[in-house]
């Protein structure tokens, strides 16, 4: 049977849970971290783990956890035994990628009720930053020099030119975030900025500076993913999985910089705009600026954030930058963009795109607490990993479409 005929079983997140995010100096264990979020978000389903059929995990690599195999020393702490057990790992689009898992496991009809559960400790094996310096090929790309930062630092000027984005624009976006995050009590960063601090912070590589960009977090998070037949609307408020895909990039970033027949290049996000396509398709999403209500994308620095809004089709190429000086975005505006804070205000790698899943699936459920969208019905979460390489999205509805 071709993939164009096969009909999935209708899915929802019925619950999640997080953990506090803040540095890893002060928190608690790997195998803590997964037992508090995966027990969060169990609770908060009505369910105990005897009721899961399946659990899915998202990890970091061994050089980053400083532990090989990581998956059986975390079987015991989130009731793993004698339950299939997967572990998946693709960079920071791991958590989401996790969550495709536990949803075809449940779509397939495999399953009815899939924990997906993550934590991360990041600088648990040292400077993240210098592990991450060695995923760029030694002999092409290695010597420029590549980081996860300076590769987004060129994709920002590389927008500048083409789009004239300013370092002005970027401030707002980072003030919006972190306005945003001292409003969430899971949020790692909790303060104001003014758009003069994040102009006069430290620069990490020209054009951004150190509060354009996000911390790197501890943390743990959790989401139960359950069949239709498994929710009960009398105990459960149903985020249901009306969309989902995944878009991969070439690895050779060189091979990136000419315009696409699309008209995206290295200063855009264009395997974010195909995964989108393909999940509001499947959702059934034709008009995103009117029919979106909400959005947790994956932006980990301020530029992000802006090509990520024109991906998702939120704005026209080039044009999203004015539109978040205007407030469009803000948590009061059109289309509120990482309500949450988003990654610049909480950034525990492995789980970071499952935590916009876990955000846009509270909005659904208008469970969001201080950052809560009203009435918002239709909710949109991102993922992205590897060297802006891999990109995942899913589109959470009240209304079941399937």
Not at 109 to 115: E, Q, S
Not at 149 to 172: C, K
Not at 353 to 364: K, W
Request: glycine letters at 8%; hydrophobic letters at 45%.
């Amino acid at each position: 049977m071709s993939a164009s005929v096969l009909r999935p079983q209708p899915v929802a997140a019925i619950g999640v849970g997080q953990t506090r995010f803040g540095p890893t100096r002060e928190a608690p264990t790997y195998v803590e971290l997964l037992h508090e979020s995966a027990q969060s978000a169990l609770a908060a389903a009505e369910m105990t783990i005897d009721d899961i059929d399946a659990v899915v995990l998202a990890l970091a690599p061994e050089s980053l956890m400083g532990v090989n195999h990581a998956e059986r020393w975390c079987v015991d702490y989130i009731g793993g035994r004698l339950k299939p057990v997967m572990r998946v790992q693709t960079g920071g689009a791991t958590g989401l990628s996790a969550v495709q898992a536990g949803y075809h496991h449940v779509a397939s009809g495999l399953y009815d009720r899939v924990l997906v559960v993550g934590a991360d400790r990041v600088r648990e094996s040292g400077d993240a930053q210098k592990i991450f310096n060695k995923i760029w090929d030694p002999f092409y790309e290695r010597d420029l020099p590549f980081t996860t930062i300076t590769m987004i630092a060129m994709s920002a000027v590389r927008y500048m030119h083409r789009h004239g984005l300013t370092e002005r624009q970027m401030a707002r976006v980072s003030v919006k975030a972190h306005h945003n995050g001292a409003l969430n009590p899971n949020a790692h960063i909790r303060r104001e900025v003014t758009i003069d601090e994040v102009l006069e912070s430290r620069t990490l590589a020209w054009p951004l500076k150190l509060l354009d960009a996000c911390p790197q977090s501890a943390g743990g998070c959790a989401v139960v993913l359950a069949s239709a037949d498994a929710v009960d609307e009398r105990r459960h408020v149903p985020a249901w999985i009306s969309g989902v895909a995944m878009s991969g990039e070439t690895y050779f970033i060189g091979d990136r910089l000419e315009l696409s027949e699309r008209g995206f290049d290295y200063g855009d996000a264009e395997a974010l705009a195909v995964a989108a396509e393909r999940a509001y398709a499947m959702a059934g999403i034709t008009d995103p600026r009117n029919q979106i209500d909400v959005v947790e994308t994956y932006a980990s620095f301020t530029p992000v954030e802006i090509h990520n809004a024109e991906a998702l089709g939120l704005a026209d190429l080039g044009t999203a930058a004015p539109l978040f000086e205007e407030g469009f975005f803000d948590l009061d505006g059109e289309i509120p963009l990482n309500p949450s804070g988003g990654v610049i205000c909480t950034n525990p790698i492995s789980v970071t795109a499952m935590v916009r899943f876990a955000e846009a699936t509270l909005q659904v459920q208008g469970r969001a607490g201080a950052h809560q969208v009203r009435g918002a019905q239709t909710a949109v979460a991102t993922g992205a990993g590897g060297s802006h390489q891999f990109f995942n999205v899913a589109v959470l509805t009240g209304e079941r479409r399937a």
